[in-house]
């Protein structure tokens, strides 16, 4: 099983969890209005030498149905806003696609309809789970709004993607954001559409772009590189800052996630 978070502040290292946020104070969004063009972005499989490892596995089976979670519990639902925050990011990664693969990456249902579902999120999305069965989809990625229950010891993590990628093929992912510890009153108040893309980009077999601890075999080290350092100002990268507790605007896929994903969908179109 890989699990992929997005964390906020630098606390000890869980071994579970694959990111763990460094704070670079100062990171501002980065002017790339340029990728919405839809002239502008990156078509070539790109990825850094020392980034070999940053791809789990891709989606032979594709659009990928993404549909939110609804429970009896109303504070537990996605409101209509909070759903439209989601499914732009969604869209951004599809208008990407769209140019550079042929196909959108995510299906987010009808305008204006997203899909829902009271499927509960699973246990451990490798024990024999998928979400395919031939060509098709059986089930959807799904996206919950937890509000309760977050494990206390990760209550600094933002948002988890859990995903199951044998043989680098992606068989199950499901998304959680922590409505626990954030987005309430008198929390810090991430910006949920940044939140999403990064995790999306995680639901389609991305890893972090670099990690914060040390250098690995085909995995980078965040606190390698300066700021303006392509890993640090990738969508993937595994952290979003905060100030006066709110959460930094990063709705813009970057050269390295679009390089890479070009690199895990490309060459099998
Ligand atoms: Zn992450």
């Not at 906020?8 to 946020?21: C, K, R, T």
């Not at 246990?123 to 089930?139: E, Q």
């Not at 980009?201 to 085909?218: D, I, K, R, Y």
Request: proline share 5%; aromatic share 10%.
């Amino acid at each position: 099983m890989t699990l992929q978070c997005i964390k906020i502040a630098a606390q000890q290292a869980n071994p579970v969890l694959v990111g763990i946020f460094v704070i670079l104070m100062g990171l501002v969004s980065q002017g790339c209005e340029r990728k919405r063009s839809g002239e502008s972005f990156l078509l070539e499989c790109k990825i850094g030498a020392d980034q070999g490892r940053t791809i789990s596995g891709s989606w032979e089976v594709r659009p990928i149905p993404i549909a939110f979670r609804v429970t009896n519990s109303s504070s537990s639902n996605f409101t209509p806003s909070e759903m439209t925050e989601v499914l732009n990011a969604a869209r951004t990664w599809n208008q990407f696609f769209e140019v550079s693969m042929g196909f959108p990456i995510f299906d987010i249902g009808p305008s204006g309809n997203p899909y829902t579902t009271t499927e509960p999120l699973v246990p451990d999305v490798c024990n024999g789970a998928t979400m395919i069965s031939g060509n098709n989809f059986v089930r959807e990625m799904i996206i919950e709004k937890r509000t309760s229950g977050w494990t206390t010891a990760q209550e600094d993590v933002l948002a988890i993607t859990d995903f199951c990628s044998p043989g680098g093929i992606m068989r199950f992912a499901q998304l959680r954001f922590n409505y626990q510890f954030f987005h309430n009153a008198g929390q810090r108040d991430p910006d949920l559409e940044s939140l999403a893309l990064h995790e999306l980009g995680h639901v389609m077999g991305l890893n972090h772009s670099c990690q914060a601890g040390q250098a690995g075999e085909g995995f980078p080290s965040c606190g390698a590189f300066p700021s303006s350092h392509e890993y640090i100002q990738a969508v993937l990268f595994p952290g979003l800052n905060f100030i006066n507790g709110v959460g930094q605007i990063r709705r813009a896929l970057q050269d390295n996630d679009m390089g890479r994903a070009n690199c895990a969908y490309k060459a099998e179109s």
